[in-house]
C-alpha cells in the first residue's frame, strides 16, 4: 500500500518547547508536502521537498525528507499556539495522487 | 473574491435525499479534485478533473456522481448515502502541467451528515 504514516498521532505540549512529527512510508515518492489544517478549513500547504536529504525552514518550522524519499520529519522550535492544528504530510505519485498521511493533531497550550 | 469555494458549509440529508455539493475556484486552475475526510482516516482522494475530462475515480461508490462543467466548477452529486457517509468533503483545485509538486488549495468543506 502507499500508506504514510505519521506519528504521533496526537500531541499536547507547553507553550516554548519544541516537537518533532515524523511521516513514514515504505514507498518512494517523488515530492513531499507538508499542510496544516485549523478547525473548520481546509489544509494550506507549508512547504514542499523535492530532493532527498533536502532541509527546508520556514520561521521556526524545519522540514526534512529523508535519503531515500520514503520519509519526512517536521520539527517546530519553541512552540506558539497558533502553531495548533492538524498537520498532514502528502507524498506526490504520478500526476494526480497526492496521497495523505494518517496526521498529527497539536495542541499548544499557552 | 479568491479561492476555492465550498457551498454548502453544512448539510444534514436523510438515506433518501438526493442534494448536491458545489465547488468554485478563482484561482485559474485547471485541474479540481474531491477528498473525503473521515475521523481517524486520512484525507481520500475521491476523483480528479482535468480541463473538465475526469482522470481519475478512486473506487468510489455510485451513489458519489461527480459533474465537472468547466475548470472553475466542481459538482458532487448526492443520493441514497448512507451514515457511514458522514464526512467532511473538500474540494481542492491545482495548476497541474504535467507530474509536478503544484500544491493543491483546498476550500474550507462542506461538513455532510447522513441520518
Known amino acids: 500500500t502507499q500508506l504514510l504514516e505519521q506519528s504521533p498521532q496526537f500531541l499536547s505540549i507547553q507553550e516554548g518547547e519544541n516537537l518533532t512529527v515524523y511521516c513514514n512510508s515504505s514507498s518512494v515518492f517523488s515530492s513531499l508536502q507538508w499542510y496544516r489544517q485549523e478547525p473548520g478549513e481546509g489544509p494550506v500547504l507549508l512547504v514542499t521537498v523535492v530532493t532527498g536529504g533536502e532541509v527546508k525552514k520556514l520561521k521556526r518550522l524545519t522540514f526534512q525528507f529523508g535519503d531515500a524519499r520514503k520519509d519526512s520529519s517536521l520539527h517546530i522550535t519553541a512552540a506558539q499556539p497558533g502553531d495548533t492544528g492538524l498537520y498532514l504530510c502528502?507524498?506526490?505519485?504520478?500526476?494526480?495522487?497526492?496521497?495523505f498521511g494518517t496526521g498529527t493533531r497539536l495542541k499548544v497550550l499557552a | 473574491e479568491t479561492g476555492v469555494t465550498q457551498t454548502p458549509r453544512h448539510l444534514v440529508m436523510g438515506m433518501t435525499n438526493k442534494k448536491s455539493l458545489k465547488c468554485e475556484q478563482h484561482l485559474g486552475h485547471n485541474a479540481m479534485y474531491w477528498y473525503k475526510q473521515s475521523a481517524k482516516k486520512p484525507l481520500e482522494l475521491m476523483f480528479v478533473?482535468?480541463?473538465?475530462?475526469?482522470?481519475e475515480n478512486n473506487s468510489v461508490p455510485s451513489r458519489f456522481s461527480p459533474e465537472c462543467p468547466n475548470s472553475s466548477h466542481l459538482f458532487l452529486h448526492l443520493h441514497t448515502l448512507q451514515p457511514e457517509d458522514s464526512a467532511l468533503y473538500l474540494c481542492?483545485?491545482?495548476?497541474?502541467?504535467?507530474?509536478?509538486?503544484?500544491?493543491?488549495?483546498f476550500g474550507n468543506g462542506t461538513r455532510l451528515t447522513v441520518t
Open positions: 481542492a483545485s491545482s495548476r497541474k502541467t504535467g507530474p509536478d509538486n503544484s500544491p493543491l488549495h
Open positions: 502528502a507524498g506526490i505519485r504520478g500526476t494526480y495522487k497526492y496521497i
Open positions: 478533473y482535468n480541463f473538465k475530462e475526469q482522470t
